[in-house]
Every structure is written in C-alpha cells, then in structure tokens.
C-alpha cells in the first residue's frame, strides 16, 4: 500500500513579523489566523507509520546528525523531528497550523534539547536577522505559499556561516512524461495532502535566492507514489559573494 508524504501547508495569511508572545515554558505564540487542517493532522502520523520505519526515520536521522546551534525548523508538524536533535542548542519550532500544534507541544517532551514552539508561518519568522545557525525544512516546502518569499526570509534569518537542512520532494528531471504526470496529480494531491504542490522547483528557488546547494542523495523511496519523485537530501549554505543588504 502506498504511503503519504508528511507535507504540510503553511497558510496564505502570515503573521506579522515581531516577537511571539510568551506563553509558557516551552511555547511561544504569535496571534495568526488560518484555515487549519485537523482532519489530515489527525492522520498525518498514520498515514506515515510505513515510511517512517522504512527510509524517512533514516532521512530525518541524518538530516538531524548534520544541525549545530541554533535550530529553526519552518513547518514543524506533529514533530517528527524533535525526537531526533541532539548537541544542538535550542530547537525554535514554527508551526502556524494549530491542529498540528497540538500534536507539536505533545512530542515536545520527547525531545532531548530545549525546544520553544512558536506559531509561524515560513514566509515570516519572528526572529532577528543573522539570528539562526541551522535551518531544517523536511517536506515542507512543497507547500509554503510563496517559495520566494520563504528563500528570502531564510537567508535574513540566517548567520553568515549558517546552513539549511533539507530533505524535500521536488520536481522530477526524469523528462516530460513523469513532468506531466506530476502536474496532472497536483489538483487532486494538493486537496489530499494539506496543500502539497507536487512540481516545486525548490533547489532553484534557493540558489536563485542566493544559496549554494549541495546535494547529499537523491532517493526514489519505495512504496511512494510516483508523482513524489525524487526526494532529495541537501546541505543549503549562503553563497560566499552574496551581497548585503543595503544600509538605511
């Protein structure tokens, strides 16, 4: 039977960018409104349970393996991840679906670094520039609503030396045929799986932005539907000669 992925879908009405209001020890929350998914959070870990134990358990071991500092992961889900950080110093979870949320704060105990929750939205984090040394997108940003706008607002947050983690399904370069196919499944599978846009280009939008990519695996998983092919691994970094923003 095949499985889902575990994308989730950051929502057209971003919060505005500021300092989250404290709520507790381990959440922040910033007020946002969106349209939230409860019924594909509900089943989000189930539909993955295969996966998880097959290959995207080792995908996030590995993507985890490779963070340092401080982590800000965008569309943090039910926490899938959490489990797996460790040495690292504070993991900021952005997660702007409050059905998702709920099953965030429940895996927060598991974690064994200090995480603080926040309600975000990719395309507007509330955290300082230069802020953040690790960024880690799994599955996420095939369904952010403004790629562009998500690449700009991490390389804001991001210092100098910082990196991006990702493991992500992105358009397949395996010719028109399975290109075709992917744009024909997006209506159906975009409904299906909380806002999933199966054809994102998302290492060009990256590079275009200004990042360096480098691609650690690529992974045609099994038991996956076609349409999600290929996965990739990468390590995102700042490109050297990038230039500054201006001065006011």
């Given at each position: 039977?095949?499985?889902?992925?575990?994308?989730?879908?950051?929502?057209?009405?971003?919060?505005?960018?500021?300092?989250?209001?404290?709520?507790?020890?381990?959440?922040?929350?910033?007020?946002?409104?969106?349209?939230?998914?409860?019924?594909?959070?509900?089943?989000?870990?189930?539909?993955?349970?295969?996966?998880?134990?097959?290959?995207?358990?080792?995908?996030?071991?590995?993507?985890?393996?490779?963070?340092?500092?401080?982590?800000?992961?965008?569309?943090?889900?039910?926490?899938?991840?959490?489990?797996?950080?460790?040495?690292?110093?504070?993991?900021?979870?952005?997660?702007?679906?409050?059905?998702?949320?709920?099953?965030?704060?429940?895996?927060?105990?598991?974690?064994?670094?200090?995480?603080?929750?926040?309600?975000?939205?990719?395309?507007?984090?509330?955290?300082?520039?230069?802020?953040?040394?690790?960024?880690?997108?799994?599955?996420?940003?095939?369904?952010?609503?403004?790629?562009?706008?998500?690449?700009?607002?991490?390389?804001?947050?991001?210092?100098?030396?910082?990196?991006?983690?990702?493991?992500?399904?992105?358009?397949?370069?395996?010719?028109?045929?399975?290109?075709?196919?992917?744009?024909?499944?997006?209506?159906?599978?975009?409904?299906?799986?909380?806002?999933?846009?199966?054809?994102?280009?998302?290492?060009?939008?990256?590079?275009?932005?200004?990042?360096?990519?480098?691609?650690?695996?690529?992974?045609?998983?099994?038991?996956?539907?076609?349409?999600?092919?290929p996965f990739v691994t990468a390590v995102v970094t700042?490109?050297?000669?990038?230039?500054?923003?201006?001065?006011?």
């Open positions: 039977m095949a499985t889902t992925s575990a994308c989730h879908w950051t929502p057209r009405s971003s919060p505005t960018r500021g300092s989250p209001r404290f709520v507790g020890g381990t959440a922040d929350v910033a007020s946002n409104t969106v349209r939230s998914h409860p019924v594909y959070a509900a089943c989000y870990d189930r539909f993955n349970a295969y996966a998880e134990r097959s290959w995207l358990g080792a995908a996030r071991r590995r993507i985890a393996g490779l963070a340092r500092g401080t982590l800000l992961e965008i569309g943090a889900g039910t926490g899938a991840n959490l489990p797996y950080y460790q040495g690292i110093d504070e993991v900021i979870a952005c997660e702007p679906d409050p059905a998702y949320r709920r099953r965030l704060a429940r895996r927060v105990p598991e974690a064994r670094v200090a995480v603080r929750m926040v309600d975000a939205a990719a395309e507007s984090l509330p955290v300082p520039d230069g802020s953040v040394d690790t960024v880690v997108s799994t599955l996420t940003m095939c369904s952010v609503d403004d790629p562009a706008t998500v690449a700009a607002e991490l390389a804001r947050i991001l210092r100098p030396d910082g990196q991006i983690l990702l493991f992500e399904h992105i358009r397949t370069d395996r010719g028109r045929l399975p290109r075709l196919l992917q744009t024909l499944a997006i209506p159906v599978w975009y409904c299906f799986a909380g806002g999933c846009r199966l054809n994102r280009p998302t290492l060009d939008t990256l590079r275009v932005a200004g990042f360096e990519v480098s691609v650690l695996e690529t992974l045609y998983a099994p038991h996956t539907p076609r349409v999600m092919y700042p490109r050297p000669n990038r230039a500054a923003p201006e001065a006011a």
